[in-house]
């Protein structure tokens, strides 16, 4: 598995796939049994590489009686970042998680949501080269969710890696350049959103006028995917792993043998339905 820098690496797996176990080894938290991995250049648990990394646990909490900017401020400390440019890192990060108004809030009246709104900010703190988010929107609102995407966004923009460890779907359709899909701790498929979609078009046709198994005679337009029949008189067909730009071939095909098309429905399988391909679910 390789991540390239500046991209957004979506990291998918379901429950107890290991996502959150090779996070922690990416990071030293605990040692590998075998095998070896480089983060930023250097050996993955290397001290001076893990300060130019940020992290987003999936579990995490701190102390209540602290305020968001208390809480911002102890980490740099623990970054060990220059004094004179603490309060600038603190406010930058409560502005671009959107806590700038609750700063002084302690966190133990913060919702679940801005408890990880606050989590984020941690983790943006000295402007890291690779952000490691962990299920950054699992506890979020659809509009915190929308937020968390458009900064991610902005992160890629800059220049910053992110690797985003999640099962929602969805989040990794709307903003991964890349993923990887691992099930029992194997890596069983990575490449870009277009290489794991392909061949995964199909069309469905709705066809009068002729005897069922017409699209036998399809055979002379060259290779197309599996071919079925839906509804209880084989009125639907759905082709599959056939592409937008052949579809008026088959159309013209089924005229051709004095057919009826009465409905022509593109489709496209989502990532979601690729992912339970890729594990092997029905």
């Known amino acids: 598995m390789t991540v390239e820098r500046g991209e957004v690496f979506g990291f998918l797996g379901p429950n107890g796939a290991g996502k959150t176990t090779a996070v922690k080894?990416?990071?030293?938290?605990?040692?590998p049994t075998g095998g070896e991995a480089m983060v930023l250049g250097a050996a993955a648990g290397d001290l001076e590489t893990r300060r130019?990394?940020?992290?987003?646990?999936?579990?995490?909490?701190?102390?209540?009686?602290?305020?968001?900017?208390?809480?911002?401020?102890?980490?740099?400390?623990?970054?060990?970042?220059?004094?004179?440019?603490?309060?600038?890192?603190?406010?930058?990060?409560?502005?671009?998680?959107?806590?700038?108004?609750?700063?002084?809030?302690?966190?133990?009246?913060?919702?679940?949501?801005?408890?990880?709104?606050?989590?984020?900010?941690?983790?943006?703190?000295g402007d890291p080269e690779l952000v490691i988010l962990d299920e950054p929107t699992s506890a979020l609102d659809p509009v915190g969710r929308h937020d968390v995407r458009e900064i991610i966004r902005d992160l890629r923009s800059s220049g910053t890696t992110v690797f985003l460890n999640?099962?929602?779907l969805e989040e990794a359709e709307h903003i991964c350049d890349?993923?990887?899909?691992?099930?029992?701790?194997?890596?069983?498929a990575s490449g870009s959103l277009e290489e794991l979609l392909v061949d995964t078009s199909q069309v469905r046709?709705?066809?009068?006028?002729?005897?069922?198994?017409?699209?036998?005679?399809?055979?002379?337009?060259?290779?197309?995917?599996?071919?079925?029949?839906?509804?209880?008189?084989?009125?639907?067909?759905?082709?599959e792993r056939l592409g937008s730009e052949r579809t008026p071939e088959i159309v013209a095909g089924v005229v051709a043998m004095g057919?009826?098309?009465?409905?022509?429905?593109?489709?496209?399988?989502?990532?979601?339905?690729?992912?339970?391909?890729?594990?092997?679910?029905?």
């Open 178 to 188: 890349r993923v990887t899909v691992i099930d029992q701790g194997r890596s069983i």
């Open 166 to 168: 999640t099962h929602l």
């Open 205 to 239: 046709l709705k066809v009068k006028g002729l005897a069922r198994g017409w699209w036998r005679e399809l055979d002379g337009l060259g290779p197309i995917g599996r071919i079925r029949e839906e509804g209880p008189e084989g009125e639907w067909v759905v082709i």
């Open 52 to 125: 130019r990394i940020g992290y987003l646990p999936e579990l995490f909490r701190y102390q209540s009686w602290l305020t968001a900017g208390e809480v911002l401020a102890l980490h740099c400390r623990l970054l060990q970042l220059p004094k004179r440019s603490r309060k600038q890192n603190i406010e930058q990060s409560l502005e671009i998680v959107g806590l700038i108004e609750r700063g002084e809030d302690k966190v133990g009246t913060f919702s679940k949501g801005m408890q990880q709104r606050l989590g984020l900010g941690v983790a943006l703190l």
């Open 259 to 282: 057919g009826l098309v009465e409905a022509v429905i593109p489709e496209h399988r989502s990532l979601e339905q690729r992912f339970l391909e890729l594990l092997g679910e029905p």
């Open 25 to 31: 080894l990416l990071l030293g938290l605990i040692s």
